[in-house]
């Protein structure tokens, strides 16, 4: 695998788990308030906590010398 293909497939795999963490927040927070569920609304900040990782990953990973 080349160098460029690594970047695009790096790139790729980041966009996807951040927009999919991002709709897991979204749906978790509904979800949670909608039925007054306490433990829905503090995953939905937790998985919020996960799209901030991903988004710190993707910026690591888009400053790496190899870039």
Known sequence: MDESERMKLGRR???VGIGGNIFLTAFNFTVGL??????????????????????????????????
Do not use: K, M, N, Q
């Open 13 to 15: 795999a980041a966009y």
């Open 34 to 67: 909608s039925s007054g569920s306490v433990a829905l609304v503090a995953e939905a900040a937790h998985t919020l906590s996960d799209v901030l990782t991903s988004v710190i990953t993707y910026i690591g990973f888009r400053a790496s010398p190899s870039h």
